[in-house]
Every structure is written in C-alpha cells, then in structure tokens.
C-alpha cells in the first residue's frame, strides 16, 4: 500500500508544478521514469518499517532510531537509483514513521484483517507524533555551527518553519484535520483520480510547503495558497477542473516552483485511505 500509493501520486495527473504522466512539473532533473526508479529502489525497506514496528519491544527512542538507521539505507538506494536525484527524501521519512507506527499499532490490537477503522489511524498518527517529538530539538540544536546545512535546516533558522519534522511530530494534523476528513467526506462522489487531484488542490492553499518556501519565499506561498484556495471554492467540473490544473501547472513552471511537500502529504493520505478501505 505504501509502494502504491507512491505510484498513485506520480501518476495523477495533470498536477501544477509537479513530475506526472504529462509533464516534469517545475523539474529539470527528474521525470515520471526517475520516480518510477525511485519507488522501485525504496519498496523493499517498507516491509522492513512495518516489521520494525511488529516486532519491537522496547521504547519508543529505540523504535526510532532503528527506523531512521533503516531509512538511511533507504534512502541511499534512492538516490543510487535516481543519480543521486531526491525524488522521495520526505516522503521515505514519512513513510518509515507510519509503517513503524501502524506494525506497532497491529501488533498492540492483534489485527488480523483490514479496513482499520478512523480511531486505528488516529492511534497511529499519535503514535508517530510519540516517535518523532524530540526532533526538532534533537535535530536542530548545534545549526549555527555546520558549514553545510539541508534545506530543512535553512528554513528553521532563517524562518524557524519546522516542515516535515514539525508535521510529524504533531501527529501529522494536516492528514488528521484537512486530508483525511477530505478524503472520507469525498470518497464516494468523485472517481478516483479526481478525487487525489482536488485533494491536492485542497491541501496546497492550506498547508505549509517546505519545497515552495525553499524556492520561493514566504511571498510565493502565500501566493499559491491563495491562487488554490480560488481553485478549491470555485466548484468546477471535472472538465474545468482539468482545464485549469493544466493551465496552472504552466503557472508554476514558469515561477520555477513545485509543491513537494504537499506531494508527500497526498501520499500519505493515500496510503491510509488504502488502509480505511476508502477507494
């Protein structure tokens, strides 16, 4: 359900700013094939994630550190396979929490079957938060004196923006409180593929987006959230919706900005959308 819900997201299209079927989005150094390589690389580590969660006993630091040891060799294939290109940095990070986390989680309640229910995937995103809340103090403590620092590392000092780690931490409300409930509401009235892209565009005048701050600044985001957010209200249909994704996707490709860690998002909330049977 992770490897697929990773093809899912590549796969939606037309998506502004962002690598699908039709388009490399805002990128020049991947396409639709380098995110094809890329989850290939990293669908192997996923059982690993969930095996980690099922079998673990001890407590949660250790859970963490087991889990980040694994996503390290993760993430190294990834990049062995894309040339060294990050197509799914976050979305691995992600993923090894939640997988940890729902392992856990299944073990704990003796799960046997699926659909998890709307509790069991609010234990588990608590359960994540659990996992990751030293992070941001942990991982952001000594920055002042590295000589190199990660994209992450430069939004927290210059705008104190805590991204990914922020969101895990608290339990990923944007997938609690906006995606989720979205996907729920919405499940049964729209097809699938116009349901992820009208999600997307939900989440993106919504969310903070460490790829758009990263390239564009405060000003570029908000920007876009706005843009979206008329998107989002104007109730169009499937047609117009379409229309105007393909139109926008122009938008942000000559803005040179992609919403990347809002892709993440839609990935996750796919993969426990696939767990809640809502598809």
Avoid: C
């Amino acid at each position: 359900m992770a490897e697929k819900a990773l093809l899912y997201e590549v796969s939606l299209s037309p998506k502004p700013g962002l690598v699908d079927r039709y388009s490399n989005g805002a990128h020049k150094d991947m396409d639709f094939f380098t995110f094809i390589d890329s989850i290939v690389s990293l669908t192997p580590y996923f059982k690993s994630y969930f095996n980690i969660g099922f079998q673990h006993t001890g407590s949660d630091t250790d859970l963490f550190q087991h889990l980040r040891q694994v996503g390290a060799l993760a993430e190294k294939a990834m990049l062995t396979a894309t040339h060294n290109v990050n197509t799914h940095k976050g979305a691995n990070f992600s993923l090894a929490v939640l997988l940890g986390a729902t392992g856990l989680h299944v073990k704990k309640n003796q799960l046997t079957s699926l659909p998890l229910t709307k509790t069991d995937t609010e234990q588990i995103l608590s359960k994540a938060g659990h996992l990751t809340n030293h992070l941001i103090e942990y991982d952001f403590q000594d920055l002042s004196h590295k000589s190199t620092l990660t994209h992450g590392e430069k939004l927290y000092l210059t705008h104190g923006i805590t991204g990914i780690r922020g969101e895990a931490a608290a339990g990923y409300p944007s997938l609690s409180q906006l995606l989720l409930p979205f996907l729920r509401h919405y499940s049964t009235l729209y097809s699938k593929e116009e349901l992820l892209l009208r999600a997307l565009v939900f989440l993106m005048s919504e969310v903070e987006d460490g790829n758009l701050l990263h390239r564009g600044g405060i000003d570029a985001w908000e920007q876009i959230k706005i843009e979206t957010k008329k998107i989002h209200q104007a109730n169009l249909t499937k047609e117009a919706l379409l229309d105007e994704l393909t139109r926008y996707d122009q938008v942000l490709i000559e803005r040179h900005l992609s919403p990347g860690g809002t892709a993440d998002l839609l990935v996750l909330g796919i993969f426990f959308a696939q767990l809640e049977d809502l598809f």
